[in-house]
């Protein structure tokens, strides 16, 4: 990959590698460092990575960095904060925008990302396995399983109980 090339792609996909990321993380600075962080990293390995593939490269590469980031976080602050986060819906009326974020916040992850991934950015379910790591039928069954657990939560916020 030339420089011509990777401008291109940061150009046109850094803002959708944000949000991806965002989604997850809900951490605008980090987020942006995760997004530069990837970009940094498909620099460095631009000699490697097939033009083709520098997408789909980027996304996982995002994907794992968010997870590393995730994994190294206080628990315990994270506990904490759930804990808010529970009281705070149950006695609380969402605007639809922190629905739709609380029902993402307790769905497993690959589900959000594989739901985020098709849902949101519309990426085919072979583009979606290849980032996420698992076969086409387990992206389909993620994604039903996903959307159904996700439908499921929106109905019961909607309907005031948790």
């Known amino acids: 990959m030339n420089r011509r090339g990777y401008n291109n792609l940061a150009r046109q996909y ?11 993380l809900r951490d605008e600075a980090t987020s942006q460092d995760i997004v530069q962080e990837a970009f940094l990293k498909l620099w460095e390995r631009r000699k490697e990575v097939d033009e083709d ?3 789909k490269w980027l996304f996982v590469t995002a994907r794992n960095l968010y997870l590393n980031y995730i994994r190294h976080k206080n628990v315990i602050q ?12 149950e006695n609380s ?19 959000k990302t594989v739901m985020l991934l098709r849902d949101l950015e519309g990426y085919d379910y072979k583009s979606i396995g290849e980032i996420a790591g698992i076969s086409e039928s387990q992206v389909k069954v993620y994604l039903y399983r996903a959307r159904k657990k996700f439908r499921d939560m929106y109905v019961k916020l909607e309907n005031g109980s948790k």
């Open 78 to 89: 994270n506990y904490k904060d759930r804990v808010e986060m529970t009281a705070y819906v």
């Open 53 to 55: 593939k520098a997408v």
């Open 93 to 111: 009326h969402f605007e639809n925008k922190d629905m739709i974020a609380h029902c993402l916040e307790d769905m497993p992850e690959v589900q």
């Open 14 to 24: 850094a803002d959708n590698l944000y949000k991806f990321v965002l989604f997850h």
